[in-house]
């Protein structure tokens, strides 16, 4: 078995999004383009360009940075309603790439960016996730780096970073100096520092997790206000409720 944070959250969200998703095979049918996805992407995009193609802090200005976004932007205008929704969601990408611009470090030589990490935990179950940035630290700790293109979460759940963490950890055996979400909005971190009795913990609702994703037959539609972001909304239990 294979699990991500993204489908881990998912299954514990709705059982039956998971079935459609990931047993049944649905997604390629019905996925829809959100047009906060799309704004999401193209921002996570330009980020990795901007950081890994221009090398000197001298050159990492926001009007390349700016450049960037335009050209994924032509690229990917997936999900907009109308040219105003568009264009309300573009102003927002190039205030989070502006904010980028003036809060963050551009010096920065990141250790990695956006790449898929995999670890084997137990014989039978692999962890995996894209990690958008990992800094090493001058003491050769690292510092992991998730960013947010939506709005900080009043109750911000670790697990995701802490799965971050136990990949990473897995991957590269080095001490893990913090990981955090970056909001772009705000330019804040929201960072923890990750304690061994805390992996252990993650490690152990990792593994939970997977028995109950191995144990499930019925599959249970959860209905609440998630709902209406749902890809198979027009093919599920919720609708008719």
Known sequence: MKLSPFKMNMFVQCRRRYKYHYVDNLIKR??????WLTMGQNVHDT???????????????YERAEAILKM???????????REQEREFGLIALGQIKR??????????PFRLEQ?????????LILNGRIDRIDELTDGSLHIIDYKTGEASRGIDDFQLLVYSLLVIHNFSRPIAKVSNLYLD???????????????ITAMKIRDIA??????TEFPVKIGPLCKYCDFMEICDAQRS
């Open 211 to 216: 028995q109950q994703i191995a144990s499930e």
């Open 30 to 35: 019905y996925k829809k383009d959100w047009p």
């Open 116 to 124: 898929f990490h995999e670890a084997m935990i137990d014989p039978e």
């Open 47 to 61: 980020l990795f360009l901007f950081l890994d193609k221009i090398k000197t802090p001298q050159e990492r200005t």
């Open 72 to 82: 994924k932007w032509r690229a990917n205008r997936k999900g907009f309603k109308d």
């Open 100 to 109: 980028f611009i003036e809060t963050q470090n551009l010096d920065v030589k």
């Open 186 to 200: 705000s330019g804040e971190f929201y960072s923890i520092s990750p304690d061994s009795t805390q992996l252990e």
